[in-house]
């Protein structure tokens, strides 16, 4: 595919190279993916541009949530922390955002950009999504934007999503998932390096949800990453070292079995006596 053809792509970097980005490269492809999400503009308006340069995740998860004032929200890999203050515009002074990630750079870049924003109740903690610093039915939201993706153990991470959320509260993920891929990609490919966790199928996504205790669950919104997308992909996961196949090699293969999609969910409400069932028919409204 043409780069030039694909709207708002600014030309193909040198991808296909062998190595790690260096950091010019990298600071242009975080740009390349960060613009992929598709961020309204107007919402990054005011905020660090540390945060907004470092956005590499694969949707906009605040944007599809219905957060509400006052409310707790979990952000799971929240990297430099884009999404963590626009969900702490949304929820206001009376609520609160938490981050997790496993990274320590990404911690530090968070707390900085946190800091710069002037938003108070937010905070990141570093720890991985398999295992949440977090209190059980704690929760309103979960969100997570390509971090639950990343994550080696994705039964384990749902079934921590389910542990932390309140009765009746909600998920929405933006994440990436991959079917029909060749053969020797599972085996070699970027899809399973060590760093990048095992990218795994809609369906399963949707089963392992399932699997945790999570009900109402629904996706949609899928974008198919064009060819030089997927290149900027793998090359910003640090994936193509020590691959049979570079880059370019993959993303050539992999083409339309890539794509990002968001999942909606929600922890079902105990219901134990009646006064719950009228809360469980309040929250169905909502
Ligand atoms: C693709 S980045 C997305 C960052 C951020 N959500 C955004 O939209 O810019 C994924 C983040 O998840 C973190 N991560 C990957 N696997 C993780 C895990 N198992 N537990 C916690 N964080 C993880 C990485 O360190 C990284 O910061």
Known sequence: MDPDSTPGWPGEPDVAAAGRPNRCERSMLESLV??????????????PTDAVKGASGCGTPVAFSDLLQGEVVLDLG????LDLLLAARKVGPT???????????SIDRARSNIAASGFD????RRASCQDLPIADRSVDWVISNRGVSLSVNKAQAFAE?????????????ADIVAEGLPEWMPTCGP????SCGVVISEQAYVSGLAA??????????????????????????GCADGLTHSAADFAREAVGGVWSVYFFARKPLEIHQEGDMQDKKKEDSR
């Open 121 to 124: 109740k937010v905070e990141v």
């Open 78 to 81: 929240s990297g430099a922390g």
């Open 34 to 47: 960060g613009m992929l999400a598709g961020y309204d503009p107007e919402d990054l308006v005011g905020l």
């Open 161 to 173: 999503i389910h542990r932390v959320l309140k009765p009746g509260g909600r998920v929405c993920l």
């Open 191 to 194: 899809m399973v390096a060590p």
């Open 95 to 105: 609520g609160t955002v938490i981050g997790v990630d496993q990274d320590e750079i």
């Open 212 to 237: 945790a205790g999570l009900a109402d669950i629904r996706h949609g919104g899928r974008y198919v990453f064009a060819e030089p997308e997927l290149t900027a992909l793998v090359r910003l996961a």
